[in-house]
């Protein structure tokens, strides 16, 4: 197995370059219907995280097979082993940036299950720490893993691989949905990772005035798919946003944050085109939002057995919209959106329907202003929701399952 060098590039230059050699270990094959050998490239890119300065990982390899259902030592798993493991600063993957962690010869075939293995942290050593966080302003504190990720993070996503061509697979791993604060201040992981392959993918662009690391999220019926952060002049790349065989659009929602003290910006129906980008705005025409104050919801959820994810949810003009996601404490059940500054704008959303010529018009929801569905979702599924209204003030609203 050859040694490995990291390489960040855009995910719009699909054939990559400077791509980590690696040798497949293990055998095993997909549902080879026609025959042949395709190779299978995995990459990996980020959504953003909230509240942290940088979010590290090491990947040990990635492992793939046939049957969604097949466990860990089963037979038929092929690898692809990551020599020496990687360690990676999630947050250096956003606005379609991605790191390619390898490739490898597969029988041409469906697939059905991925897994990506990270290296557990060990005591005692005075290397860097395999898995660890920078909360913003704060120092590198141990990410611990839970045993399951030692095993793999288990993704079933089906993807086929052609006899004689390249498919190129990205794990999107969510830093901020899979980070977890625990009330004695230290801090879990707990892996929400997708897997895309670009071949159905496409990108969507834009600028937003005066609104440097803004969040920025591509959603379907209020899921968010694909998520990233503006950089320093507003530019943002929402890439590989999956076209899906039922929905060929997604919503963008563009949520500036207290720093810039600007409010929520939403196009909706984006047309998402394979091998494609979609232009929502520019530097001749950036979207322009209204100003706003910001306010913070916290409380508890019980039991905090549940380990519930959190999402502040918007109804506006008849559409339902993420606004921002936490989880809470596994220990306490305490969660805040977000942890490190008031999260939801007051000022009443903005709103349009995307259209070729710019700028897209967006005009105002008046009813929509400060008020929010909070939404915990449990380990086991379950789901119960608050309505909060911080138009006053911060609200403190505790959940129960």
Not at 41 to 62: E, I, L, R, W
Not at 180 to 190: A, E, P, S
Not at 239 to 261: F, H, L, M, W
Not at 288 to 313: F, I, N, W
């Amino acid at each position: 197995m050859l040694n490995l060098s990291h390489t960040s590039t855009p995910l719009r230059i699909l054939a990559l370059s400077g791509a980590l050699a690696l040798a497949a270990c293990g055998g095993g094959g997909g549902d080879d219907s026609g025959g042949g050998q395709g190779t299978l490239q995995v990459s990996m890119t980020d959504a953003p995280a909230c509240g942290y300065d940088h979010v590290f990982v090491t990947v040990n390899k990635v492992r793939v097979h046939s049957n969604a259902n097949a466990e860990p030592g089963a037979g038929g798993w092929v690898d692809i082993d990551v020599v020496p493991a990687r360690r990676i600063d999630l947050l250096s993957l956003t606005n379609g940036v991605l790191t390619t962690l390898g490739q490898t010869v597969l029988s041409a075939g469906n697939y059905q299950q991925v897994r990506l293995v990270l290296d557990a942290n060990r005591g005692g050593g005075s290397g860097a720490l395999a898995n660890s966080v920078v909360p913003t302003g704060g120092t590198e504190q141990p990410l611990d893993t839970p045993s399951a990720v030692q095993s793999g993070i288990k993704i079933n996503r089906s993807f086929s691989v052609a006899s004689g061509t390249l498919t190129d697979l990205v794990l999107d791993f969510d830093a901020c949905k899979s980070v977890v604060t625990r009330g004695n201040g230290t801090y879990g992981l707990k892996p929400v990772v997708t897997a895309i392959p670009t071949v159905v993918s496409g990108a969507v662009t834009g600028v937003v005035a005066s609104a440097p690391g803004a969040r920025v999220y591509a959603e379907r019926n209020g899921v968010v798919v694909k998520a990233t952060v503006a950089d320093a002049n507003g530019n943002f790349t929402l890439s590989p946003i999956e076209q899906s065989s039922t929905a060929g659009t997604v919503d963008v929602v563009v949520v500036p944050g207290a720093a810039n003290g600007r409010g929520t910006g939403i196009v909706r129906s984006v047309p998402v085109v394979a091998r494609s980008s979609t232009v929502i705005s520019n530097s001749a025409s950036p979207m322009s939002l209204p100003t706003s104050t910001y306010r913070r919801v916290s409380g508890t959820v019980s039991p905090a057995s549940a380990e519930a994810t959190l999402r502040a949810l918007q109804l506006v003009n008849g559409g339902t919209f993420e606004i921002a996601a936490t989880a809470a404490a596994t220990d306490t059940g305490a969660y805040s959106l977000y942890a490190t500054e008031p999260a939801l704008p007051v000022a009443a959303p903005v709103i349009g329907t995307y259209q070729a010529t710019l700028p897209i018009p967006l005009q105002p929801d008046g009813a929509a202003g400060g008020k929010y569905s909070v939404q915990a979702t449990s380990n086991s599924g379950a789901v119960v929701t608050q309505q909060v209204d911080v138009n006053t003030a911060d609200v403190i609203q505790n959940l129960s399952f």
